[in-house]
């Protein structure tokens, strides 16, 4: 079953046009990678389907209804979640509090998460419940800022650059639960630049550069594409 479906979406940031025509489709328990280097579109079209930012033309459907032109907050109640690359946590509220200020009851639909199971998913979190967000390292406000968007029991999550700025001891944990969340049965669609991170979690891939969609293709049809991870990632 198709869980999110973006048809030619146009998008533009006053009178640039960022997004041409992007399309892509996930289906539900897929986790799917959005993969190019900086400034490639990647964070657009996540904000475009979370309504940041209102796409030109082109259609967005979330579990068969359209949702494109909606206010951010009624998105998130058709159940998708937005992890922002900025994390965005309150920096004065501790860990525990910051958890209650996602919560929303659970759906029949979508895994449901407690305080208690996100511990168990985040033992981090877990040893620092009672620190404020601001004392957190870069690694353990990600884990706090995914943690707070399950609060909401999304039927689907989207991780902008889940792995940027971040140990690499704590990358391994976040693919870690990208994993345990696939299992769970959540759809997750993620952008990213780290390809070796993407591979450890995604089933699929596409390539954006320019605003422009490039590559569709599974990670093992990527893996033996060497000239196409050359033309559209590397550094």
């Excluded at 799917?32 to 930012?53: Q, W």
């Excluded at 993407?198 to 891939?205: I, Q």
Aim: overall charge negative.
């Amino acid at each position: 079953m198709t869980m999110l479906e973006l048809a030619n979406i146009n998008t533009y940031y006053g009178s640039a046009h960022i997004l041409h025509d992007v399309s892509l489709e996930i289906g539900s328990g897929e986790v799917v990678a959005l993969l190019g280097r900086n400034g490639a579109g990647k964070s657009t079209t996540m904000k475009s389907i979370i309504g940041l930012v209102r796409p030109a033309s082109g259609s967005v459907r979330f579990s068969g209804r359209e949702i494109g032109g909606m206010p951010p907050y009624e998105i998130c109640r058709n159940g998708i979640g937005y992890v922002p690359e900025e994390r965005r946590i309150f920096s004065d509220l501790t860990v525990f509090e910051n958890l209650e200020v996602g919560r929303r009851p659970a759906r029949s639909d979508a895994p449901s998460w407690t305080v208690e199971r996100l511990c168990e998913l985040f033992p981090n979190l877990a040893e620092r419940r009672a620190n404020r967000g601001g004392q957190l390292s870069g690694g353990e406000q990600q884990m706090l800022t995914i943690a707070r968007t399950l609060m909401g029991n999304p039927k689907m999550i989207l991780l902008d650059e889940p792995s940027e700025g971040i140990a690499p001891v704590i990358v391994e944990q976040m693919a870690r639960t990208i994993q345990e969340l696939k299992r769970e049965g959540l759809t997750v669609l993620l952008s990213e630049q780290n390809l070796h991170f993407a591979k450890l979690v995604s089933d699929r891939a596409f390539i954006i550069e320019s605003g422009t969609m490039r590559y569709s293709g599974t990670m093992a049809e990527l893996s033996d594409q060497p000239d196409i991870r050359e033309k559209y990632l590397a550094m």
